[in-house]
């Protein structure tokens, strides 16, 4: 029997589910971390009749043929639809690893030097794109919204575009999004920006990337600023290296209007809440007290990647206790840092640094009694996490750049009110919010240093005020607010933007 067509197709390189074996059956289980962008997109099916999620999985050339491409899931978001696309190994290591990780990735975060250019086989990305826009139009109803995401699919709009031509096409870009010069060192740039083009709508989490798209739309493609608007309440429209004043709002190409839409994801703070008033999360928290034993407590999350900062953080703590002898003995420093899927070359170089900084300040400093930091490369469950966040004084997430981090906000929403400094880069998206962070500029060493001087030494009741400033904000524009804000948007793609109080011009 034909499956029912989705009106709702969430295009997403992960799958929405954790596959385990178990007494060598396949489970398809709900990931165990509550939290975090897949459960956020999974939300969203419980507003549509039907929903469908494309995703990729490893298969090998053997197994193909015989491959259960698609499936039907029930699990506590409703029942939905999953095509698996199969991807040789050759595939993943090509379109994955190598073109997204290794060239798009170190471009989109401004780190052109580290861009493998001559190991990409953009054909091979651009044949994965297709894979992925035919299995989508193949389950979208015809006046279905295709939602895409993430810049390992950029390709995907234009093909949906040529199958499809009536669907509407969103797409969401969960990183940064840099300037002219750097995206332009892209030699498919000119292909990436039509394809992001033929979409009715690009969503961005602050307005400094949604400009720095429309400028790249403009020199690379001539497309038109249609309207602009003042930045919205949530961000901080001057002063910090990420901020702008105004945000583009429309642009004009082709004949063709593209909403461009600004809104940061948040985070739940309603499971964070519940997660804490358990009782294995309050056992939990009990014990690491315990474990601390008054020390000042810092903590630090982040996946091993050279854009997350760990390194600068880790020499930065280096330079503390070389600075300040009176915290030897005094203070902790869990640092979670979750190594990488297999076969990314180039994330063994950055957790090889990780580690041996560690072992070298440990060495330097630590006593039969003492351990500066504490690593751990393998993932904590969610109870865990949130009970680390909700016991650190400190929490200390400076990346070098970052689309916005999701970490940040998780700390807020542990926290509420109680004292809790949070370090926060300038270079994440996630500042333009939090304004009553401390401020790191990652880059330079002795900003670096005084951040987490003015972290350690913070009283308790300012550290509770900004606390409780940034807790109404990550409360307020929590992940339901984002669901709700993008619900809307795609009304207005849906009524050709007939909503919009002005005309575009
Ligand atoms: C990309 C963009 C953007 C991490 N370790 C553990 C664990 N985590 C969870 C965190 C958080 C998530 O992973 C990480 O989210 P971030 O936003 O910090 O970073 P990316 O993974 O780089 O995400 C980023 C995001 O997309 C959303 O658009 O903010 O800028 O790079 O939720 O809690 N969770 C558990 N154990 C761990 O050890 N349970």
């Known amino acids: 029997m034909?499956?029912?067509?989705?009106?709702?197709?969430?295009?997403?390189?992960?799958?929405?589910?954790?596959?385990?074996?178990?007494?060598?059956?396949?489970?398809?289980?709900?990931?165990?971390?509550?939290?975090?962008?897949?459960?956020?997109?999974?939300?969203?099916f419980g507003e549509v009749e039907r929903g469908c999620w494309v995703a990729w999985k490893q298969v090998s050339a053997k197994e193909q043929g015989s491959f259960e491409k698609n499936i039907t899931i029930n699990d506590s978001f409703g029942e939905y639809d999953v095509v698996r696309l199969p991807l040789t190994a050759e595939q993943v290591k090509s379109f994955y690893h190598v073109t997204s990780k290794e060239a798009l990735w170190p471009t989109l975060h401004s780190f052109p030097w580290l861009y493998n250019y001559d190991a990409v086989d953009w054909n091979t990305f651009r044949e994965v794109n297709r894979l992925f826009a035919e299995a989508a139009c193949a389950e979208a109803a015809d006046d279905a919204i295709i939602w895409v995401h993430d810049y390992n699919l950029w390709l995907v709009p234009a093909f949906i575009r040529k199958i499809k031509p009536n669907v509407k096409i969103a797409f969401f870009h969960h990183t940064p999004f840099p300037a002219a010069d750097v995206f332009n060192i892209l030699p498919w740039r000119e292909e990436i920006l039509d394809s992001l083009l033929d979409s009715d709508i690009v969503g961005f989490h602050i307005p400094r990337y949604s400009e720095n798209f429309a400028g790249v739309a403009r020199s690379l493609r001539g497309a038109e600023i249609s309207k602009s608007k003042a930045v919205e309440?949530?961000?901080?429209?001057?002063?910090?290296?990420?901020?702008?004043?105004?945000?583009?709002?429309?642009?004009?190409?082709?004949?063709?209007e593209i909403l461009i839409d600004t809104w940061p994801i948040g985070t739940n703070t309603n499971i964070i809440t519940e997660h804490l008033s358990s009782f294995d999360a309050g056992s939990r928290i009990a014990q690491i007290k315990n474990e601390i034993q008054g020390m000042k407590f810092i903590f630090s999350v982040g996946r091993v990647d050279y854009t997350k900062g760990t390194k600068e953080m880790l020499e930065a703590f280096d330079r503390l206790l070389e600075r300040r002898k009176e915290l030897i003995g005094k203070i902790k420093f869990f640092v979670?840092?979750?190594?990488?899927?297999?076969?990314?070359?180039?994330?063994?170089?950055?957790?090889?640094?990780?580690?041996?900084?560690?072992?070298?300040?440990?060495?330097?400093?630590?006593?039969?009694?003492?351990t500066p930091i504490m690593l751990s490369t393998r993932p904590i469950p969610f109870d865990e996490l949130v009970s680390y966040y909700k016991t650190a004084d400190v929490c200390w997430i400076t990346p070098l750049r970052d689309g916005l981090n999701l970490v940040a906000k998780e700390y807020i929403a542990s926290k509420a009110s109680e004292p809790g400094a949070l370090i926060l880069s300038e270079f994440t998206g996630a500042a333009v919010e939090l304004?009553?962070?401390?401020?790191?500029?990652?880059?330079?060493?002795?900003?670096?240093?005084?951040?987490?001087?003015?972290?350690?030494?913070?009283?308790?009741?300012?550290?509770?005020?900004?606390?409780?400033?940034?807790?109404?904000?990550?409360?307020?524009?929590?992940?339901?607010?984002?669901?709700?804000?993008?619900?809307?948007?795609?009304?207005?793609?849906?009524?050709?933007?007939k909503n919009t109080q002005e005309a575009v011009r």
């Not at 197709?9 to 398809?28: A, S, T, W």
């Open 2 to 44: 034909e499956r029912k067509k989705s009106s709702l197709v969430i295009v997403y390189h992960r799958q929405p589910y954790e596959e385990v074996k178990e007494k060598g059956k396949v489970l398809f289980k709900e990931n165990k971390s509550p939290n975090g962008i897949v459960p956020a997109l999974k939300g969203f």
């Open 435 to 497: 304004s009553e962070a401390i401020y790191a500029n990652p880059y330079s060493g002795k900003d670096m240093d005084e951040a987490i001087d003015r972290a350690i030494d913070m009283s308790d009741d300012e550290a509770s005020q900004r606390m409780e400033l940034m807790y109404e904000k990550v409360k307020k524009w929590d992940v339901t607010y984002w669901a709700n804000h993008i619900t809307e948007q795609f009304k207005l793609i849906k009524n050709n933007f």
């Open 336 to 370: 979670v840092c979750v190594a990488p899927a297999k076969g990314m070359t180039v994330y063994k170089a950055a957790q090889r640094d990780i580690e041996s900084l560690v072992g070298s300040i440990n060495g330097k400093y630590g006593t039969l009694g003492w």
């Open 233 to 256: 309440e949530i961000f901080t429209s001057s002063g910090l290296p990420l901020s702008e004043p105004t945000v583009v709002e429309t642009l004009k190409h082709n004949g063709r």
